[in-house]
Nanobody
Framework: QVQVVESGGGLVQAGGSLRLSCTIS????????MGWFRQAPGKEREGVSC????????VYADSVKGRFTISRDNAKKTLYLQMNSLKPEDTAMYYC???????????????????WGQGTQVTVSS
C-alpha cells in the first residue's frame, strides 16, 4: 500500500520561509517523477514544481520561480520544497504526488500523477 505524507506546513509572515517534506512508502521512490501542487480555497489546483526521478531536471511555475526550490533524497525516499520570500498569495494546501514516466522531463500538469498525499496547509500572513 502506497502512503504519501506531507509535512512542514504552517503559519508564516510574508517574506518568511518554510520547508515542506514529503515521504513515501510502498513504492520504489527513486524511479518516480515527483511534483508539488497547491490549491487555495475557491481556486483550481495548480502545479508548483516537479523534479525528475534522478533529480536532473526541475520545472517551476512562473509564480514561484526564484523563490521555491524542489529537491529530493532518493535514499530517504523524501521530497522537499524550500519556500523563501513567501507571499500571502502562496497560501494554500500543498500536496505532493508521484508519477511513473519514461519522459526525460517532468510536468507540473497533474495528469499522470498517480499517488497523492493528504496535503499540508501553508498560510502566509501579510
Amino acid at each position: 500500500q502506497v502512503q504519501v505524507v506531507e509535512s512542514g506546513g504552517g503559519l508564516v509572515q510574508a517574506g518568511g520561509s518554510l520547508r515542506l517534506s514529503c515521504t513515501i512508502s510502498g513504492l520504489t521512490f527513486g524511479i518516480y517523477h515527483m511534483g508539488w501542487f497547491r490549491q487555495a480555497p475557491g481556486k483550481e489546483r495548480e502545479g508548483v514544481s516537479c523534479i525528475t526521478w534522478n533529480g536532473d531536471s526541475t520545472v517551476y511555475a512562473d509564480s514561484v520561480k526564484g523563490r521555491f526550490t524542489i529537491s529530493r533524497d532518493n535514499a530517504k525516499k523524501t521530497l522537499y520544497l524550500q519556500m523563501n520570500s513567501l507571499k500571502p498569495e502562496d497560501t494554500a494546501m500543498y500536496y505532493c504526488a508521484a508519477a511513473l514516466s519514461t519522459n526525460r522531463i517532468c510536468t507540473t500538469g497533474d495528469r499522470g500523477y498517480k499517488y497523492w498525499g493528504q496535503g499540508t496547509q501553508v498560510t502566509v500572513s501579510s
